[in-house]
């Protein structure tokens, strides 16, 4: 009995030790503790005086620094874990091992990252083949407000240099609030209690973008770090700051139009030749300021007090030059057919000729965003007798403010002596290898003005002659959590674990959109384009007029507001409050001569959830303005609740070998525009049967559910290196898409809808409702491989040599029914889910001693369905090509003398310049696509 309370004793101890690791809370009475007035006399706590000694010990005696340093702590924090998770922890004070947090977590096993298509950076990220929509995501354990759409925040609110560790999650667990479908992704600040002694450290980073491109960029990165302890170590504090700024280098963009290439008529037979193109020089321009602060109070053993801060703050725009068109066909009312001349035919393509009447479009875009995010949390531990509880209060909010100016600039729709277009080198299918000329010169202000040249507003009657678009996002989170646990001996449960927690979250979005009317009198006034400055059409090296447009609303437009359902409908508000109730159970014991150790429970989850929207009845429209379509405020909403359970065990093999097992029920909640309210209807024609039919949101919205499995063999060669396989499988009991499904329009409609007057709808209110809906059926399922060791084990004679390398092969569907896609009807149809990428690798190659680091790093992924954003600020799926990134980091470190402390540093990113590519259908047909160049960073830290 004497030896089972020692195991007991020390696996309480791991497991509370381990609590500093994630973001699962401990206990309660943050007030209780503040209101005793008064230091409670216990029996000091095993786990916290170890917790103390580990942190001393390793604070005094190791001191493996930089890459290795970051290496091992993140192999303790996994190989610690109960759960299946990965990790990264920061190579030193401030450092990361890459120059963004995304960029970092897309080397982890079953990892992968889809680059902004404006900056070429890792933004999204996507875990085990689900969108990054199915992540979770924490600061500090915590959910977070966000700037878009989704729920969670993007990473790059997060700059590296404030970030002390980031936690995966790829299994459930019941204590660990705010959990994703695909995994769940806790950023953590630095803790100041947790180091032993005082540290400064400063940075700074100057950068070369958009190297090997039409033009370079520049940018300048700092940061300060400050962790420090007082009063004999009961308090602690840590400070950063970090600021950037970047001027991006030139972006060369080529649009297809799809692989357009229609057939057209020459000299008696179809021919096949080039629909038409858009071509841009794009370049963007960053900055953002970030900051954090912790505030430890640990006055004894028995009472602990946290209090973290965290803001940040940033603008962005990107600026787009170019020129697009129809060659063969129409894009507009303006814009007449183009006739074949002077062709060259081989197989029945035209591989070079001449097109007539060419309404080339000069844009001049400009896309801005200027957002903030505010994040403050108190959280407190004390022990009362065999209790620990613990208290979580935590705010959080966001706002974004964004702009969208779009102009257009060429021949006006009442113009004669169109130019013509000519091109050569045309095969059927290398439209990014075609060379244009034109016969006028679109760089000239003479011939290219701002006007409506095509006629997309409709006519003369309501010219555009460009677009704006103001969105602004409000998000607030507030929680609260209470937990209480303490020792128990109840067979395998060592340690009895309960909470409560509760989230309030209001999401609101709001703006206003129109087209730009160019002062004057009638539908085809023209104004000369402001300044001089002459561009490049992207890859044709085609000239045009370029200005900047921001501003030019007032001067040279006028707005003429759109308020019609499509724009109304991106105007909502959700409000959402989850309550959260957990039970877990600590596990260690013996099972067929293997001892184990992890943890059971279950999750009740109540959710309950409104919003609000427009609501606009075509029938009532006449015109795009708020006095010819007319709308109404509507609301709706839901409640449900869940039962969430969920094992982990890790099974100890012996000599460093883990088997783990994870099981559980795991959910995710809908994107919160798909929850909107908002609706449109009226009445259309499928084939011969006229029909109500709408479109929008859907308050009612379920959470995305699945039962998954995980399984995974570790042999660890201790913090030093380690190997992992691990399979998994996920079945998705319910999915979210967006479908055409029947539905009874009676409670909106007026007595001035008309109903359809013949067909088999004949004055009925049943018509079709295309809206995100639940459906069923999907899968997910995979296995993942990770290598990561020092080459000093093999021969001393490769001491400081080492490699992390993992892949991951993923397979997954989802199934669609009828009317899977838009209005079509189709029957069931199975489809990769999006963010997937059946293969992912990662490999990374250094070498550090006396000072000297070097690292080689390549992450590969093969093709996948991505989400990006269209011209009206909407997500779209799009296959997107796979892709070789190479980076490469050196640095030197003085390891004695005035100089120690300071180290410098040269990194090159994206080295072998793998441009960013989109397509249909035929992944040789590539629809979209764009170079951003190699970065170079060079820069200096220093540490005392």
């Not at 130019?419 to 290398?430: D, E, K, L, Q």
């Not at 129109?514 to 002459?534: C, D, E, F, I, M």
């Not at 201790?718 to 190997?723: L, P």
């Amino acid at each position: 009995m004497e030896l089972n309370l020692s195991k007991r004793q020390q696996s309480s101890s791991l497991n509370r030790a381990m609590v500093k690791l994630t973001p699962i809370a401990a206990g309660c009475a943050v007030m209780l503790a503040l209101s005793s007035g008064a230091a409670f006399a216990q029996q000091a706590e095993p786990a916290k005086e170890a917790a103390k000694a580990d942190s001393q010990q390793t604070t005094e005696t190791v001191v493996v620094t930089g890459i290795r340093r970051g290496i091992e702590a993140a192999i303790s924090l996994k190989k610690n874990s109960t759960s299946i998770v990965e990790a990264i922890s920061a190579e030193d004070i401030g450092k990361l091992p890459d120059s963004s947090v995304a960029e970092s977590i897309s080397r982890l096993p079953g990892v992968t990252a889809q680059r902004s298509r404006s900056s070429g950076k890792a933004a999204d990220i996507s875990v085990r083949g689900l969108s990054p929509s199915f992540n979770g995501s924490l600061l500090n354990g915590r959910e977070q407000a966000s700037t878009g759409n989704a729920r969670a925040p993007e990473f790059d609110l997060f700059p590296a240099e404030l970030m002390g560790s980031v936690m995966i999650y790829k299994t459930p667990d019941a204590s660990l609030i705010g959990q994703g479908l695909a995994a769940t992704i806790d950023l953590n600040t630095l803790k100041p209690l947790d180091f032993g002694k005082q540290v400064v450290s400063a940075a700074y980073r100057k950068q070369r973008t958009g190297v090997q491109t039409a033009s370079e960029g520049s940018g300048d990165r700092i940061s300060f770090s400050y962790v420090d302890q007082f009063a004999d170590r009961t308090i602690g504090l840590s400070l950063g700051f970090t600021k950037f700024k970047e001027d991006g280098g030139a972006q060369q963009r080529f649009n297809t139009w799809g692989g357009w290439s229609p057939e057209v008529d020459y000299n008696g037979a179809k021919v096949k030749t080039i629909g038409g193109f858009g071509a841009d020089t794009e370049t963007s321009k960053s900055d953002r300021d970030g900051a954090s602060a912790t505030l430890q109070f640990k006055p004894n053993k028995n009472f602990k007090s946290t209090i973290d801060l965290f803001y940040s703050a940033g603008s962005s725009s990107l600026k787009k030059t170019g020129l697009e068109g129809a060659i063969a066909g129409s894009a507009g009312g303006y814009d007449p057919d183009g006739v074949l001349s002077n062709a060259t035919i081989v197989n029945g393509v035209v591989t070079a000729g001449t097109f007539s009447n060419y309404k080339g479009v000069v844009r001049n875009h400009k896309e801005s965003a200027k957002d903030k995010f505010t994040s403050i949390g108190w959280n407190s531990d004390l022990k009362v007798d065999e209790w620990t509880l613990n208290a979580d209060l935590a705010y959080s909010k966001a706002k974004k403010d964004a702009s969208r100016y779009e102009t257009t600039a060429g021949q006006p729709g009442n113009a004669t002596g169109l130019s013509s277009i000519s091109y050569t080198g045309f095969n059927g299918g290398n439209f990014n290898d075609v060379k244009y000329t034109t016969s006028l010169n679109f760089g000239d202000r003479n011939v290219a003005k701002l006007t409506d040249v095509n006629g997309w507003g409709g006519g003369v009657d309501s010219p555009q002659a460009g677009y704006v678009a103001l969105p602004t996002v409000n998000d607030k989170v507030t929680s609260f959590r209470l937990t209480a646990s303490r020792d128990v001996e109840f067979g395998p449960i060592v340690t009895a674990r309960f909470g409560v927690n509760g989230t309030d979250r209001e999401k609101i979005r709001a703006g206003q959109e129109g087209r730009l009317v160019v002062k004057g009198t009638n539908g085809y006034a023209t104004a000369t384009v402001p300044g001089s400055a002459v561009g490049v059409a992207g890859t044709t090296g085609l000239p045009i007029v370029s200005f900047d447009p921001e501003g030019s609303l007032g001067s040279i437009y006028d707005l003429a507001r759109w308020v019609d359902a499509s724009v109304l409908a991106k105007d909502w508000s959700v409000h959402e409050k989850v309550t959260t109730a957990y039970a877990m159970g600590d596990l260690d014991g013996e099972l067929m001569g293997l001892n184990y150790r992890g943890n059971v429970g279950v999750q009740f989850v109540h959710t309950n959830q409104s919003s609000t929207g427009n609501q606009v009845d075509l029938a009532n429209c006449t015109g795009i303005t708020a006095a010819t379509c007319p709308s109404s405020v509507v609301g709706g909403g839901t409640s449900y609740s869940n039962i969430l359970p969920s094992l982990n065990v890790s099974f100890n093999l012996g000599s460093d070998q883990y088997f783990r097992v994870g099981a559980g029920k795991i959910m995710s909640r809908a994107n919160m525009d798909d929850m909107r309210a908002s609706q449109a209807f009226g009445v259309t024609t499928q084939g011969n049967n006229p029909i109500l039919t709408g479109s929008g949101g859907n308050p009612n919205l379920k959470p995305f559910l699945a039962k998954a499995l995980d399984l995974s063999y570790e042999k660890y060669f201790g913090n030093k290196g380690y190997f992992s396989f691990a399979g998994f499988y996920k079945s998705l009991d319910t999915y979210i898409y967006r479908s055409p499904t029947t539905f009874d329009f009676a409670p909106f409609v007026s007595a001035k809808t008309p109903l359809p007057l013949t067909g088999a709808y004949k004055g009925s209110t049943v018509g079709l409702l295309t809206a995100p809906r639940n459906g069923e059926g999907g899968s997910i399922h995979g296995f993942e491989m990770a290598v990561n060791v020092p080459f000093n084990m093999f021969s001393s004679y490769l001491d400081g040599f080492g490699a992390m390398l993992n892949h991951s092969d993923t397979s997954s569907k989802i199934t669609l029914p009828g009317f899977g896609f838009g209005n079509v009807a189709v029957t069931s149809l199975n489809i990769p889910l999006p963010g997937l990428s059946k293969k992912v690798s990662n490999l990374r190659l250094y070498y550090e001693k006396n000072g000297f680091q070097v690292a080689w790093a390549a992450r590969k992924r093969s093709d996948f369905l991505g989400q990006v954003s269209d011209y009206q600020d909407n997500m779209q799926l799009t296959m997107v090509k796979g892709e070789t990134l190479v980076d490469l980091q050196a640095s030197y470190e003085f390891q004695s003398g005035w100089l120690k402390g300071l180290s410098l540093l040269v990194q090159a990113n994206n080295w072998n310049n793998t441009p960013f590519q989109e397509y249909n259908t035929d992944p040789n047909v590539i629809t979209n696509k764009v170079t951003y160049g190699r970065t170079y960073l060079f820069g200096a830290n220093y540490k005392f």
